[in-house]
């Protein structure tokens, strides 16, 4: 494995290097002429349309569950809904009530209790990234349940929750919007919000929570059936021109020059797996409450053109699809996405561990880095600014995303690569798949202890408590060259799994409201890859927490 230093095109060059793809190209048309490709796009799932549940005939001796969907420090906003409710509708019950787990997983129980006990429902608020379409999709199994729900979003992404009733079926989803902040307000500032007009329809909040579960519901709201969504194979022939421009209008790149996919490099692209076409890879989804898309070999293959991949990386870009991990998380966090190649297939398509692996140095590590985006984009219906997409700052590491083969030769002797480390062989091409946001950077240029120094940079990653009532702990990658693992093994670390144990007997710091002491079921996980060059003692360590893995050799 080695750097290769990719073609270096001044500005206003891109259009004529695609010209020359073009006319290089065995089609049977030219750059001026008509080109027919393939659609780049995956499959949405048909949709059964819900109709609403009959409304109530007036609030008056009627059970209401005020759902609190469990996101910290929101206090305040329940206490004022509940408070405000009560005293202008004292003939109601009003009753708050958290579900058990995550905002985004399910609680059968819960919801079967509100359709046993209460008349209605309020959930909400839905604020940020993915608790919107979360609270979206709740209220849509209340509704399918018979139970009238009426959701209460914060107005800062209106498309995506409209957009996300759609995909549950409940396309005309009474959803009332109100002013944005919700976390950390006091419940006399959460009365004000309340209190006051919704920010998208300019009526009075109350007025509309009111409404949405009383008034009487249209013919529309009733609507049962199917809603498909069909995705023709091929797009309608034009010229490669105007098909360039048609991607990036569209949002189906990254913004950047793409191979068009005609059927001829397709196929090429096919000859890289043995296996068909038309088998189902997997689904993607941008985040855990919205909907997932399905893709076929084919359509991974399109995108693997569109990215400049070659036949012999298609097994590795079919890998990764198949772990339906998106590398566009839809999170206001700007989150990226790590992918660790291990294996044969390292050395067999060239790929870089050493110097410059993580930069656009290799074609390997470039094209498959950026077919992980394609896909992600395309077959994830992910990457939509302000729909499926909404990172604040956006994070420059999605073009490409992390993604690099271990140094498995730079490993010191008992430290495992990471593919055995996760139960695989070690003749085996794996890869395994990363979530989180950033890398630090870091050398060695002092004399005390490394393991100390490195403790030092681990501790500036903050233990992951992002739900109330659960604590994920610790999550992080540390990535290190042959140098910086030499000196943890002359620091007495002659395994990767005794430098684990060290790590999680000395990562924990203690915060507000924690025992001072490192309590027993308080998880440190740190995960660490052998990476560039293997004399000097760099490493950098990432808000990165483990996925997955999974074979490479399957999809060959």
């Known amino acids: 494995m080695r750097g290769v230093s990719s073609p270096r095109f001044e500005t206003g060059e891109s259009h004529e290097v695609i010209r020359e793809i073009e006319m290089n190209s065995n089609t049977a048309s030219t750059e001026a002429g008509a080109v027919t490709i393939l659609n780049p796009r995956g499959t949405p799932p048909v949709v059964e349309l819900v109709p609403l549940a009959p409304r ?69 608020p839905g604020h940020l990234d993915t608790l919107g379409p979360a609270v979206i999709g709740w209220c849509a199994k209340l509704e399918k349940m018979g139970v009238p729900a009426v959701p209460l979003i914060c107005a800062m992404f209106p498309d995506m929750e409209k957009q996300t009733a759609v995909q549950k079926g409940v396309p005309h989803m009474r959803i009332t919007y109100i002013p944005y902040h919700v976390l950390g307000v006091s419940a006399a500032d959460s009365r004000k919000n309340l209190e006051a007009d919704d920010p998208v329809s300019g009526k009075p909040v109350l007025q509309e929570i009111v409404d949405g579960l009383t008034k009487l519901v249209t013919a529309e709201e009733a609507k049962t059936g199917v ?110 996405r790590m992918a660790v190649v291990n294996g044969p297939v390292r050395r067999e398509i060239d790929m870089n561990s050493g110097i410059g692996a993580l930069g656009p140095f290799n074609e390997a590590n470039a094209v498959i880095g950026r077919s992980w985006t394609l896909v992600s984009k395309n077959l994830g219906n992910g990457g939509v600014v302000g729909s499926t997409y909404l990172g604040v700052a956006g994070n420059a590491l999605n073009y490409s995303n992390l993604l690099f083969p271990e140094d498995e030769e730079g490993l010191p002797a008992g430290w495992e690569p990471l593919h055995v480390e996760k139960g695989f062989k070690p003749g085996e091409s794996v890869v395994s798949i990363f979530a989180g946001f950033s890398l630090i950077n870091d050398g060695h240029l002092k004399p005390n202890p490394f393991h100390q120094a490195l403790r030092k940079q681990f501790l500036k990653i903050e233990p992951f408590t992002f739900y109330k009532g659960m604590n994920f702990g610790l999550r992080a990658v540390l990535l290190a060259s042959g140098g910086a693992l030499k000196l943890l093994v002359d620091e007495g670390f002659k395994t990767k799994q005794s430098y684990k144990r060290w790590l999680s007997e000395n990562l924990y710091k203690p915060e507000e409201g924690h025992p001072a002491e490192h309590p027993a079921d308080t998880p440190v996980n740190v995960e660490i890859v052998a990476l560039g060059e293997r004399m000097l003692p760099v490493c950098q360590v990432g808000e990165m927490h483990y996925a997955t893995s999974t074979s490479v050799d399957v999809w060959r």
Not at 60 to 73: L, R, S
Not at 88 to 114: C, H, L, M, N
């Open 56 to 124: 109530l005939d007036g609030l008056d001796g009627k059970t209401i569950y005020i759902v609190d969907v469990n996101f910290p420090d929101t206090e305040g906003f329940y206490e004022a809904a509940k408070a405000v409710l009560s005293e202008r509708y004292p003939q109601t019950t009003w009753v708050v009530k958290s579900k058990s787990g995550s905002f985004f997983e399910e609680d059968p129980a819960f919801w079967a209790e509100i359709k046993e006990k209460a008349d209605g429902a309020i959930v909400g």
């Open 227 to 336: 809603l498909e969504r069909p995705v023709p194979r091929l797009l309608e022939p034009d010229t490669p021109a105007n098909l360039q421009r048609m991607f990036i209008e569209k949002g189906w790149t990254d913004y950047l020059p793409v191979v068009l996919p005609t059927e001829q490099r397709v196929a090429e692209m096919l000859k890289g797996t043995s296996h068909k076409p038309h088998e189902v890879v997997g689904k993607m989804a941008p985040c855990a409450p919205q909907e997932a898309w399905t893709y076929t070999v084919e359509q991974v293959a399109v995108n693997a053109v569109m990215a400049g991949a070659r036949p012999e990386h298609f097994p590795v870009i079919l890998a990764i699809a198949s772990t339906g991990q998106t590398s566009l998380w839809s999170s206001v966090t700007s989150q990226t």
